[in-house]
């Protein structure tokens, strides 16, 4: 009898484990794969993005900036590039950074350069590390897969899947057919 009384209280209990194992599976199933798991902080923002529901089921081009660079005028182009493919599932996402010691310390300063100056739509993410032991996790991840950004403007693309397809370095602008032409791939 004191065994039937034990499973009496014991089998809710081993009900409510299960069900809280179920519950939790979907959740872990529909988990980002790739670097773009996780969140950040948006610019000049208390707001935070989850980067998962940002990019899910898009093409995704990740952009370390630099607001005092010789390549800063690369916004125009990427802006541009945004635009052109924004309405078929892309997108892009820039990352702020100092790590080449090219970005205001200011964040006001850095987005006044991205909106004002530049017009950005695209999620711009708060400034952070894009190289070294203080990478963020997103960089750091890219990092392993393609190799570290060489300087500001580097450019990733990752796939609607979370897979990093390419890597392009600084002097490769937004508008260059190896960019436009690896994006329309993977969009299609």
Not at 136 to 160: D, I, M, S
């Amino acid at each position: 009898m004191k065994h039937i009384l034990k499973l009496k209280y014991l089998i809710p209990s081993m009900v409510a484990v299960a069900a809280s194992f179920l519950w939790v599976t979907p959740t872990y199933a529909n988990s980002c794969e790739g670097p773009l798991n996780g969140e950040q902080r948006m610019l000049r923002s208390d707001n935070v993005a989850n980067l998962c529901e940002l990019t899910k089921g898009k093409v995704t081009l990740v952009v370390n900036t630099a607001s005092q660079c010789g390549f800063t005028g690369q916004f125009e182009g990427l802006e541009a590039l945004y635009q052109e493919y924004k309405d078929q599932g892309f997108t892009i996402v820039g990352f702020p950074s100092n790590s080449f010691r090219q970005e205001h310390a200011d964040e006001e300063a850095v987005a006044e350069v991205c909106f004002a100056n530049f017009g950005v739509t695209f999620p711009m993410m708060a400034t952070s590390d894009v190289t070294g032991r203080r990478a963020n996790p997103v960089f750091a991840r890219l990092t392993q897969e393609k190799g570290p950004p060489a300087w500001n403007f580097h450019k990733y693309l990752v796939g609607a899947n979370g897979e990093v397809l390419d890597a392009f370095p600084s002097n490769v602008a937004p508008n260059d057919s190896r960019i436009k032409t690896r994006i329309e791939s993977a969009l299609n």
